[in-house]
């Protein structure tokens, strides 16, 4: 992370140009334990996000949206600042993260994409061939216009608090494009690899340059940090992800190295590639439920920030249940240079707020120096 390079590429008036969130849990932690000179420093606390937290699962969010398709929420200024922030208000977390979706650059480009209720994004026309790729339509900057307002929005509310930004990863976004809806198995785009490759390669550099764009739309504009979501990258297998994916994910993500920000990459069962994911250009990995962190950190060395990974299951066990895991999670990150708590996926829209906002006090309740410690700062 070229943290030096901030002053020169972001706003004056930036958070993290002005230090109102230079020094937060969250941005300690993704610096590995680390202040914002560089000095090793101790969070205030231990910082947590969850990742869908702006969303299904409040009631709040679902009055306001009554009425509101979800890609016109996302393009609502208004809207997607409110629905950014009420997970702030409910729960206390360390960091916002901007409510829109993967599949907004493709519907601010021009490209015909609906978020059809039960269902995920579907397009009206699915990308199958080297035609097809050509005719798709360039994004020009000005698009990204209702998104810059409503992440300025939010961060005049935010304060001190950080706010996360995030794109689609151009595996993911080219994976929809290329079945047209979601897909268990993502042959379709497997399968354009090998078949097609010269066709894939242009599709999975549209999406990055596309990605990438809207990533850095969302820094320029105030936020703090930002994540590369890759849903379905453990679909490939590991050579495959190697050849025809890595490059992608690196141009994306060369879209917004240098500007001082912590780069988070997140897939779902993708420990077999994790190495693979931060050689990219990530500075933090995010960590599904599916394996141990200890794990992760063996695999990625010591060195490598870790995020993650409450199993999203256990939200509905016993309070006890839940408390051990989220213990055990701690002590797992203990091991990596820093950690962010977070669940191992996204909130289930069946999740029962408080017990989020439970999560959010126990974790906080922990000391930030000593796992096994109380933090006799934290409020009970």
Do not use: K
Not at 82 to 98: G, L, S
Not at 144 to 163: D, H, K, N, W
Request: with cysteine.
């Amino acid at each position: 992370m070229a943290s030096s390079t901030a002053e020169t590429t972001l706003p004056a008036d930036h958070p993290l140009r002005s230090g109102r969130t230079a020094d937060s849990a969250l941005l300690n932690q993704y610096r590995g334990s680390r202040d914002s000179s560089g000095a090793p420093a101790a969070p205030s606390r231990r910082p947590v996000w969850f990742m869908r937290q702006a969303g299904r699962s409040l009631p709040e969010y679902r009055r306001l949206r009554e009425g509101t398709s979800m890609l016109d929420a996302c393009l609502d200024p208004e809207m997607a600042s409110e629905i950014t922030m009420q997970p702030v208000r409910r729960h206390d977390v360390d960091a916002a993260i901007f409510f829109s979706d993967i599949v907004i650059p493709l519907r601010l480009a021009g490209v015909d994409v609906e978020i059809v209720p039960n269902v995920g994004p579907v397009l009206g026309s699915p990308v199958r061939s080297r035609s097809d790729v050509e005719a798709l339509p360039e994004l020009d900057d000005d698009a990204f216009a209702p998104i810059a307002e409503a992440v300025g929005r939010t961060v005049e509310q935010l304060g001190s608090t950080p706010l996360i930004g995030f794109a689609g990863a151009p595996f993911t976004l080219a994976a929809y494009m290329v079945e047209g809806r979601p897909s268990r198995d993502h042959l379709g785009p497997r399968t354009m690899m090998h078949a097609e490759p010269d066709t894939w390669h242009a599709l999975a550099s549209w999406a990055a340059d596309v990605s990438g764009r809207f990533m850095r739309a969302q820094l320029e504009a105030g936020a703090s940090a930002a994540q590369l979501f890759d849903s379905w990258a453990g679909s490939l297998g590991r050579t495959d992800y190697a050849d025809h994916v890595h490059q992608h994910s690196a141009a994306a993500f060369d879209h917004v190295a240098g500007l001082g920000a912590p780069l988070v990459h997140f897939g779902t069962g993708t420990g077999e590639i994790l190495d693979l994911m931060r050689s990219a250009g990530a500075d933090v990995l995010g960590i599904d439920y599916r394996i141990e962190l200890s794990e992760a950190t063996r695999r990625l060395g010591p060195e490598t920030p870790l995020q993650g990974n409450i199993d999203p299951a256990l939200l509905d066990a016993d309070p006890s249940v839940l408390e051990d895991h989220v213990r055990r999670v701690v002590e797992g990150g203990s091991g990596a240079a820093g950690h962010v708590l977070n669940l191992g996926h996204g909130v289930p829209p069946s999740a029962d707020p408080e017990v989020l906002t439970r999560v959010v006090e126990l974790i906080h309740s922990i000391s930030p120096a000593d796992p096994t410690a109380e933090d006799p700062s934290a409020e009970s």
